[in-house]
Each structure stands twice: as C-alpha cells, then as structure tokens.
T-cell receptor, first 113, second 113 residues
Framework: DTAVSQTPKYLVTQMGNDKSIKCEQN?????MYWYKQDSKKFLKIMFS???????INETVPNRFSPKSPDKAHLNLHINSLELGDSAVYFC????????????FGQGTRLTVV | AQSVTQLGSHVSVSEGALVLLRCNYS??????LFWYVQYPNQGLQLLLK??????LVKGINGFEAEFKKSETSFHLTKPSAHMSDAAEYFC???????????FGAGTRLFVKA
C-alpha cells in the first residue's frame, strides 16, 4: 500500500502545453510538498501546504499552480511548459513540525520537447 | 537561515570498506538534521534523523551519523560497504518553522567489487 503516490511517473510533452501531476498520501499527514530535482540531482522545494493551506511558495513562476482539494491530495498544474521545466518532480508529505521526516513519492519525470 | 553543505559530489569505496559521507550544517538554532538515500529512479527515503535526543544516531541498513556541535558536522558512516549501498545520499536540515526541508547537493556513492 503506497504511502505517497504520484501520477504519472513519466510525462513527455511539447513546449507550450499544459499538464498536471497528481499526488495522494495515505499517511494522515497534514503537510505536503512539491520538490523539483534538476539534472544534477539538486533538490529544491517549490511549495509547502499545511492542511490545504499554502505555507511556502519558493518564488516559483506563476505558470506553476498547486491545488490541495483536501489534506491528503496536492496536485501540481503547469501552464505553458518550457524546456527548462524538464526535471523530476517529487511530492512529499510529513507530520507538522521540524522533526518530521518527509515521505517521498516515486517522482514524475517531466520532459519538455 | 539553515543550510547544509555536503563535501564531495562523488565518493567511491570498495566493497567491505568504510563509508564516510560528509555533511556540515549552518543553523542559528539547534538543528533537526536528516540523511536520505535515493536509489536510481526512485524517491528519497529516510536513513536517519537527529532531533537532539542523542548525538550518535543509528539508522537503517547499518548506517549511523554523529552530531558534533563543535564541528557543525553530521557525517554519515557505515563500517562495511555493500554493493547495494550504491546510491545518491542527501543531508538535509529542517527549517525552524517545520514546513521546509533544505537539502544538500547530494553525494553519489559508488561501491566497487
């Protein structure tokens, strides 16, 4: 039973298209995140949500819009995709608090051509 | 602001040899520190975490890390490397608000037969 699941696993699309990535966690966590991992494996937080409320937006372009319909789901919609958006996107969740470790999904490899 | 620095983007050891992956942190308050491992084409999973209960922290798969405040370090060790340890390892620190984990640049561990 997967704790944090995200779909799709792979996404290949053309520049200018709009796409969405879905994430669900069954751990009962209040806090969910989106991270971007670039080709050099560097991980950077994009968004942090707590109980459906946006807490952190790390200067991500407006083309990226997260949506949390409930605290178990955090989806990411990307408009007008650009070549530079190609990366692996990870969803994660944790208990609230600085000592709560993050549980990660398997990642979505987005390739923009 | 909290940050972590991992020394060495690549580390290569022989099977059976000691594994030492270095991490130094910067924090104005007592930090919450983590080590995560990422196997190819997978999400990150927690190896261990430091939350001030004990300076020597034992994790999964035989890994441990020692928190040294005087050196601002949290190095990861394993007495005897196994081929299955080959992966990317990330040191991380939680921000004080608890809604963001800041990752180091990662260290790729190679294990030679």
């Amino acid at each position: 039973d997967t704790a944090v699941s995200q779909t799709p696993k792979y996404l290949v699309t053309q520049m200018g298209n709009d796409k969405s990535i879905k994430c669900e966690q069954n751990l009962g966590h209040d806090t969910m995140y989106w991270y971007k991992q670039d080709s050099k494996k560097f991980l950077k937080i994009m968004f942090s949500y707590n109980n459906k409320e946006l807490i952190i937006n790390e200067t991500v372009p407006n083309r990226f819009s997260p949506k949390s319909p409930d605290k178990a789901h955090l989806n990411l919609h990307i408009n007008s995709l650009e070549l530079g958006d190609s990366a692996v996107y990870f969803c994660a969740s944790s208990l609230r608090g600085p000592d709560g470790e993050a549980f990660f999904g398997q990642g979505t490899r987005l390739t923009v051509v | 602001a909290q940050s972590v620095t991992q020394l060495g983007s690549h580390v290569s050891v022989s099977e059976g040899a000691l594994v030492l992956l270095r991490c130094n942190y910067s924090s104005s308050v007592p930090p919450y520190l983590f080590w995560y491992v990422q196997y190819p084409n997978q999400g990150l999973q927690l190896l261990l975490k430091y939350t001030s209960a004990a300076t020597l922290v034992k994790g999964i798969n035989g890994f441990e890390a020692e928190f040294k405040k005087s050196e601002t370090s949290f190095h990861l060790t394993k007495p005897s490397a196994h081929m299955s340890d080959a992966a990317e390892y990330f040191c991380a620190v939680s921000d004080t608000g608890g809604f963001k984990t800041i990752f180091g640049a990662g260290t790729r561990l190679f294990v030679k037969a």
